[in-house]
């Protein structure tokens, strides 16, 4: 079954220390989004990618950095530069040049600090 | 610029409507959505409109687009304990080719049995 997938569910970080969320799709989708999940704020998008080796920040790309060397997958790090990184991070991917295709997403990663 | 907005909190009698509001700045918006997610996991697509309509119904959702207000509503009819989520709207913005989606903040619906 085609499908997206992010791991791990749950990651924890240390003061001063980089970490990377996966996220996988083998949907044979061109776009890829990173959004971060707040309470009371929505979803706000760190950055996406609409073709391989291409990506664009979004509203809060500070202290994150991604990377799209593969169509499937679409990395995401948060740095030590990142100061308040707890949150639920969600991967999503849809078919460019489709907007009234539904946008799929991961089962999200919780991010913690230790 | 592109700003959604949402209210937080919906509490709703079993079997009664529920009508989700939302607000968009950004009059460019080629498609607006309802997603919902519930605890712990993704968002899943409900229903979406085109900015051309007005209207759009789909069994127990209704869709009604104010493009001159830029203003969006979900309605839920007989809504249900299954219904209990986060209800996100979200409009789609192209620019050159590139697509970027902006979500509102969520609107937490609660069903009172």
């Known amino acids: 079954d085609g499908g997206i997938t992010q791991s791990p569910k749950y990651l924890f970080r240390k003061e001063g220390q980089n970490v990377t969320l996966s996220c996988e799709q083998n949907?044979?989708?061109?776009?890829m989004y990173w959004y971060r999940q707040d309470p009371g704020q929505g979803l706000r998008l760190i950055y996406y990618?609409?073709?391989?080796?291409?990506?664009q920040k979004g509203d809060i790309a500070e202290g994150y950095s991604v990377s799209r060397e593969k169509k499937e997958s679409f990395p995401l790090t948060v740095t030590s530069a990142q100061k308040n990184p707890t949150a639920f991070y969600l991967c999503?991917?849809?078919?460019?040049?489709?907007?009234?295709?539904?946008?799929?997403f991961g089962s999200g990663t919780q991010l913690s600090v230790l | 610029g592109e700003d959604v907005e949402q209210s937080l909190f919906l509490s709703v009698r079993e079997g009664d409507s529920s009508v989700i509001n939302c607000t968009y700045t950004?009059?460019?918006?080629?498609?607006l959505y309802w997603y919902k997610q519930e605890p712990g996991a993704g968002l899943q697509l409900l229903t979406y409109?085109?900015?051309?309509?007005d209207m759009k119904q789909d069994q127990r959702l209704t869709v009604l687009l104010n493009k001159k207000d830029k203003h969006l509503s979900l309605r839920i009819a007989d809504t249900q304990t299954g219904d209990s989520a986060i209800y996100f709207c979200?409009?789609?913005?192209?620019?050159?080719?590139?697509?970027?989606?902006?979500f509102g903040t969520g609107t937490r619906l609660t069903i009172i049995p």
């Open positions: 999503a991917s849809h078919r460019r040049g489709r907007p009234n295709e539904k946008l799929f």
């Open positions: 949907l044979n989708h061109d776009a």
């Open positions: 990618s609409q073709i391989v080796n291409d990506f």
């Open positions: 950004d009059s460019s918006s080629t498609y």
């Open positions: 409109i085109f900015s051309n309509m």
């Open positions: 979200a409009e789609s913005i192209s620019n050159f080719g590139n697509e970027k989606l902006t």
